[in-house]
């Protein structure tokens, strides 16, 4: 009754405050032919599911852990208001696992870490409720890199990225949720993004998604 409760009242204060990231992504084209996509080929029950953003969409899940019933929603550009538009389908299915990266799109639009978490919680809760046996496992928010980032909005954001995973880790413990900390895997010593790791200084290159990969493979086995 109590994550009933919570994620109701947290759901109402992030659509209180989320109407222009709404517009800026349900009506986003790219987010409405990936929902067709998802339409086509539904989650089946007790799948492992990896929600996210671009960073999930762009990862080759089935391919890194075969045999694993594994399914891609991530999309690009998503962020945390898209992510509970579209968790019904994924709550409904009653997933084994669920693998959550959120957050950095939030940023990129100048959200603070304290409506991002509201968000967050949100999601969790929402899980929770309705799908009990899922186990979730939240991860860190990546670094970027702002000597070769090409989104400007995301420059100076190196601190926000690093407050908001000490904020979810906080909140993992809280709620003994495991927390996947990514984060410092992908760090150079100058507290940057590596730059082998990526072409943008966001996304990752194929180098990037096997460090993930790795990470990952104690928690999906």
Same mark, same amino acid.
């Given at each position: ?34 929902m067709a996509v998802f339409k ?56 084994? +696992?669920?693998? #959550?990266? $959120? !957050?950095?799109?939030?940023?990129? =639009? ?7 978490? %509201? ?70 010593? +100058?507290?940057? #993004?590596? $730059? !082998?790791?990526?072409?943008?200084? =966001? ?7 096997? %460090? ?10």
């Amino acid at each position: 009754m109590r994550t009933i409760l919570l994620a109701s009242l947290l759901l109402l204060s992030f659509h209180a405050m989320g109407q222009e990231i709404k517009e800026n992504i349900l009506d986003n084209q790219i987010y409405i032919d990936r929902m067709a996509v998802f339409k086509a080929n539904p989650l089946k029950e007790g799948q492992i599911v990896f929600l996210g953003n671009s960073l999930t969409q762009a990862g080759k899940w089935e391919e890194y852990f075969p045999g694993m019933n594994v399914a891609n929603r991530g999309i690009a550009g998503d962020n945390i208001f898209g992510m509970l538009g579209r968790l019904r389908e994924i709550i409904d299915a009653k997933p084994m +696992k669920l693998f #959550l990266m $959120a !957050g950095i799109n939030d940023i990129s =639009l100048g959200r603070p870490n304290e409506k991002i978490m %509201v968000g967050i919680k949100s999601l969790i809760y929402q899980i929770k409720s309705g799908s009990p046996d899922t186990q979730i496992f939240v991860q860190s928010v990546l670094p970027m890199n702002k000597d070769v980032c090409i989104y400007e909005r995301m420059k100076g954001k190196e601190k926000q990225i690093e407050d908001l995973n000490k904020e979810i880790r906080r909140f993992c413990k809280e709620e003994s949720i495991p927390f996947i900390d990514l984060y410092p895997f992908f760090l150079t010593k +100058k507290r940057l #993004l590596n $730059a !082998g790791y990526t072409g943008d200084g =966001l996304h990752l290159n194929d180098a990037g998604y096997a %460090v993930w990969k790795e990470q990952l493979e104690s928690y999906i086995y």
